[in-house]
């Protein structure tokens, strides 16, 4: 199977009052801002790639990083822009793309002054209808630790399926060993 590329998914895709589009290195600053609002929770919650963007100039790296994964097919970052005001909110990625089968992980987050406000239910709902409906995704993952009770709940309202726990299986950016939760989506379920 061909290795799939930018063009063939959405640059952008309306959900209601925010919309996703993939980053261009014009977005760098906004994103390193948004990025210093909440470095403590990214550091929590993720791993030092996101969070360790520590200036404009890392920022503008990380998006052409996210690019060149874009164009070779393994991975699809956007920002979650919202719709009134054009401003930055949050992210949503799906990673670690195979295409054998197809499937990816789905690895999302937003701004602390905007949680709650169905930003990150919205975004999850435009991006696996991205990959379920146009790019015939069979599986769609989350990863939570254990400790992110918000996105265990949300995972579990968007219809994702519990699959298990791996004990010690994630180190966050402050390099503290998590267990981690793992849901799982198929096409099937998504259909329903």
Request: positive net charge.
């Amino acid at each position: 199977m061909p290795v799939r590329g930018r063009p063939e998914w959405a640059k952008r895709i309306p959900t209601g009052e925010f919309y996703l589009r993939g980053y261009a290195s014009g977005d760098a600053d906004v994103l390193w801002q948004m990025v210093e609002l909440n470095r403590d929770r990214l550091m929590r919650n993720f791993a030092p790639f996101v969070a360790g963007l520590t200036s404009a100039a890392v920022a503008c790296d990380y998006i052409a990083e996210r690019m060149r994964a874009w164009d070779n097919g393994t991975a699809f970052t956007y920002g979650i822009w919202r719709q009134d005001k054009g401003e930055l909110v949050g992210q949503i990625t799906v990673k670690n793309v195979d295409w054998r089968v197809p499937s990816g992980e789905l690895s999302y987050f937003v701004s602390r002054v905007h949680l709650r406000c169905g930003v990150a239910s919205a975004a999850i709902r435009g991006l696996l209808r991205e990959a379920f409906i146009t790019q015939g995704f069979k599986r769609v993952y989350v990863r939570v630790i254990a400790s992110n009770e918000e996105s265990l709940a949300l995972a579990r309202r968007m219809g994702f399926r519990h699959e298990g726990v791996h004990r010690k299986d994630f180190r966050c950016g402050y390099d503290e060993l998590h267990d981690v939760h793992y849901f799982g989506l198929t096409d099937d379920d998504y259909g329903r």
